[in-house]
């Protein structure tokens, strides 16, 4: 993935301590690589639709990581419950992935109209 992304942009160099020892840790390593590919093809190229599909996957996986918390938090009593617990949880879902997309917009230095789609 490295050379696919080398290929669009010749100066992007890839940070890393080494190869990930763990499963996860492959996973997060390939996830991020994913990402970087995405972004350098919408900037290098104007190409967006793997910059949709990555921003998708990334809040999928967010939203998912969310709701396991939510219901932990639902169940302890600790979210602000108006209507229903299920808008409770939504809310809660929802303002955690909001973040975390703006954190890894932020992260990857995009500009402020590029993280629209986490809005």
């Known amino acids: 993935m490295i050379g696919q992304i080398r290929a669009v942009d ?3 160099g890839f940070e890393s301590l080494g190869f990930p020892t763990t499963l996860q840790g492959q996973i997060n390593q390939v996830n991020a690589l994913r990402f970087d590919r995405a972004v350098v093809l919408m900037r290098k190229e104007g190409e967006l639709q793997p910059m949709q599909t990555e921003t998708l996957r990334f809040m999928q996986e967010s939203a998912d990581i969310a709701y396991k918390e939510g219901l ?14 299920q808008e409770a ?31």
Request: charged share 25%.
């Open 10 to 12: 010749p100066s992007y």
């Open 72 to 85: 932990r938090q639902l169940q302890a009593g600790k979210l602000n419950v108006r209507l229903s617990e």
């Open 89 to 119: 949880l939504g809310n809660f879902i929802d303002r955690e992935v909001r973040r975390d997309c703006g954190a890894a917009y932020a992260t990857m230095a995009l500009m402020r109209r590029e993280a629209t789609w986490c809005a």
